[in-house]
């Protein structure tokens, strides 16, 4: 027998023999000893590889014996198992049936299965009346034959049917009855035939939050052999075979009916995936070992410093480097036990590899800033620049406001001051007022820089890929437009700075004839000439003065309220976000930036404020004697605006933000959730105790369904010492490593598997801590010594 499995087994555990007769009549007259191969071919036809013979209230050892045979053959039929159909009254006045599978591995009990039914209590404890057995005495003859078994209630409808039950289903006994059993989890297994009904059954197990109780298995319920899986040869009814993932043997049927991930209708319980190890071969002391694995879930056990994590370091060739002292430990203790690991795994073959602890540093060491798998899921960076202009813009006609009410009072201390003479001078001479001003360009060569930004952002669109034709050209057209409109203003700027240069020039010569004409005049005619000439600039001053007064502006934002739209990518049940500090921008936040960086009850108006003034109102105001007051104001404000207008990275579970959350086992949950959650790259998965930081309930409660999303559609090789990882996740393959007799030893198997040398629950059960507790926990079945 194989030790793991490769793929599922397809199973029929309800077929009728002749000696359903008492109960069936003619229907079964033809399914005698002799016309087994009638039988057998119906079962190759179909690749059936677990069977069973379950006749009402009976048991032939011939039958059986003869159908086992099989097993010997090199066909598809791997296993054929003892059972019986018993007929038991339930309740008073109310027979179900029982489809009871018996271990085979005793053949003697076996044997005597028809002994007890025929001449033992199977027939003094019949009522002929009922047709059936009392609950008692069906356990009574179960206790007599002391065999494992399983139980499997007969279900023709799906429990949720409206539908009146048939007279032997389970569900004649009542809604609450029924619910009362699965809440003890009475039976096994319950059973249908109609392929319809599988997907009310799941919506109903669903439903009423019984998943984990209710285990559903189809059988064919077969009485006429030559038109087998059906009874009658035009039967409408469509059948559909149940596949369960288990070793073809009694102690794997009952690992999978305890377990409904084990159970399918589909043979689909590993995905089809290149990238696997198939085996490692291990030399040792010179002797190969071949270790099969599955292509799901892989766990190693063993003792501390067995070499377990060393096996992982070994099988994919140090390809996450550990520090040289472990290193070298490792070296030295492969050479001590004469260890030689043939097998390794090509690095491009591993999705993820993830060592002792290293989950826990993930979320530590920077403060969630993601590793090269975590920033996969992160969305491109929110556009801060965006939403910030819309601040800048705003505050810069505050700015702008204090600038003009400074410059308005730097003018006033600098109007001219003049003395008027006290005499009227006969000799008089040229007057010379001021220069002749040079023309403003500040605003045309904002207007043209403008122009010439747009064009190179344009330009930028227009390298984008993702856009469209019929886009592209509507931007080409728009920026030959702004081309244009560039060179226009282009040309009026440069004839404007020409225009500055010939004023210059005409200032320079006026300037310096002054000079010299000073020199030749009488200093009564220089006195009156300074005069004039001053008096004309004051006038001039002054009306500037009356022109910026009225320009001087007092700043009140205006702003329409803009809600900050973080950037998002849903993962699973997490939202990966890209926010900012802030949620909106309004008048508000305008204000309330402003007072964070004045003093309280200051304001700041723009038409009275001075210089002096902002410097006595703005919050610890530096001591550098240099630094302007509007500087340091601009200062403050843009330090609170970067810490506003900061990307923050968060995680978002059900509106909850938990980008914070301080517990390691709720990272480890979130990182295992989105590892299961990943489809594109196939590659196997590798961690060394994923239960590190995780408490038992949020690996019963959360992690093991992740853990089995993975085993679907990944290899898994993991080194844990969590019983709840081995016998609760229902591992595809136990490799357990230990010293007997001071030499490394390695078993492996399926949970199921057994040998003359080793049960693999039996080493689970006496080397893992708390490891028979839990497999009690999962094989609770009447006492039944799995």
Request: some cysteine.
């Amino acid at each position: 027998m194989e030790k793991v499995v490769s793929r599922g087994i397809k199973i029929d555990l309800h077929i009728h023999s002749e000696y359903s007769k008492a109960k069936d009549g003619k229907k079964v007259e033809e399914n005698t000893l002799d016309n087994i191969p009638v039988l057998v071919q119906g079962l190759l036809a179909n690749q059936v590889e677990m069977c069973a013979i379950t006749d009402h209230d009976a048991f032939n050892y011939g039958m059986y014996y003869e159908l086992k045979k099989e097993e010997q053959k090199n066909n598809c039929v791997k296993k054929v198992l003892p059972g019986i159909e018993f007929s038991v009254e339930f309740v008073e006045g109310k027979v179900i049936h029982i489809v009871t599978i018996f271990d085979d591995r005793d053949d003697e009990k076996v044997r005597n299965i028809q002994k007890i039914m025929e001449q033992g209590k199977g027939m003094s404890c019949y009522k002929k009346t009922k047709g059936a057995y009392t609950k008692a005495d069906y356990f009574d003859i179960l206790s007599e034959i002391n065999i494992d078994f399983i139980m499997i209630a007969h279900q023709k409808k799906t429990p949720s049917s409206q539908h009146k039950p048939h007279a032997n289903d389970v569900m004649s006994l009542g809604k609450e009855i029924f619910n009362e059993l699965v809440f003890m989890d009475y039976f096994d297994a319950y059973e249908f035939r109609n392929k319809k009904n599988e997907i009310y059954n799941k919506i109903y197990s669903l439903e009423n939050s019984m998943e984990e109780k209710l285990r559903f298995l189809t059988g064919s319920d077969c009485h006429r052999w030559r038109y087998y899986p059906y009874t009658e040869e035009n039967e409408k009814t469509e059948f559909k075979y149940t596949y369960i993932k288990s070793l073809p043997s009694f102690k794997g049927l009952a690992m999978a009916v305890t377990d409904h991930h084990r159970i399918e209708l589909e043979n689909s319980f590993f995905n089809p995936n290149e990238k696997y190890v198939k085996e490692v071969v291990v030399e040792i002391n010179g002797e190969k070992n071949i270790i099969p694995f599955s292509k799901g879930i892989n766990v190693l056990i063993g003792d501390n410093s067995v070499g377990k994590s060393l096996f992982l370091n070994a099988i994919t060739d140090n390809c996450k480097k550990v520090d040289r002292r472990l290193h070298a430990g490792y070296e030295k203790y492969i050479e001590k036990n004469k260890l030689k690991f043939e097998t390794k795994i090509n690095e491009e073959d591993i999705f993820r590899f993830n060592q002792q602890g290293e989950i826990r540093s993930i979320f530590d060491e920077d403060g969630l800033k993601p590793d090269k798998y975590l920033s996969n899921f992160y969305p491109n960076a929110i556009n801060a620049i965006k939403y910030r202009s819309i601040v800048d813009t705003e505050l810069e006609k505050m700015y702008n406001a204090i600038r003009k009410k400074f410059s308005y009072d730097d003018a006033i201390k600098k109007l001219p001051k003049f003395q008027i003479p006290t005499e009227d001078t006969d000799d008089k001479s040229i007057t010379f007022i001021d220069n002749v001003k040079k023309v403003e360009t500040k605003e045309l060569q904002i207007l043209v820089d403008s122009f010439e930004k747009t064009i190179d952002d344009m330009n930028q669109l227009l390298k984008n890929k993702v856009l469209d034709d019929k886009d592209r050209k509507h931007i080409q057209t728009s920026s030959e437009m702004f081309s244009v409109m560039s060179e226009k203003y282009k040309k009026v700027l440069d004839k404007q700075k020409h225009e500055n240069e010939k004023i210059n020039v005409f200032n320079t010569y006026i300037r310096n004839y002054k000079t010299k004409y000073n020199r030749k005049i009488s200093d009564e005619q220089a006195v009156f000439s300074d005069y004039v000439e001053q008096k004309q600039a004051a006038i001039e001053s002054m009306t500037e003065l009356l022109d910026a007064q009225k320009e001087l502006e007092l700043f009140e934002s205006r702003i329409s309220e803009t809600k900050i739209i973080p950037e998002s990518n849903s993962v699973d049940k997490y939202r990966f976000i890209s926010k900012l500090q802030i949620e909106k921008i309004d008048n508000n936040y305008i204000a309330d930036v402003i007072k964070s960086v004045i003093k309280r009850g200051k304001v700041i108006n723009t038409k009275e404020i001075t210089e002096a003034g902002l410097k006595d109102i703005i919050k610890k105001y530096p001591t550098e004697d240099e630094l302007k007051p509007l500087d340091v104001l601009m200062t403050k404000i843009n330090a609170r605006l970067d810490a506003d207008f900061k990307v923050r990275n968060t995680i978002v579970e059900e509106n909850m933000d938990v980008y914070d959350e301080v517990s390691a086992g709720f990272d480890a949950q979130m990182y295992f959730t989105l590892l299961s959650g990943e489809m594109r790259d196939k590659g196997i998965y590798i961690i060394d105790q994923p239960e590190d930081h995780i408490s038992q309930k949020a690996i019963k409660d959360f992690v093991l369904d992740q853990f089995r999303r993975m085993g679907q559609q990944r290899q898994v090789i993991m080194v844990t010492h969590n019983p709840q990882f081995i016998v609760n996740l229902d591992v595809d393959n136990v490799i357990y490593l230990s010293k007997v007799d001071g030499k490394f030893t390695i078993q492996s198997g399926a949970l199921e598997y057994e040998n003359t040398q080793y049960s693999v629950l039996k080493i689970v059960a006496d080397n893992i801590e708390g490891g028979l507790q839990t497999i009690q926990g999962r094989m609770k079945r009447y006492e039944k010594n799995i």
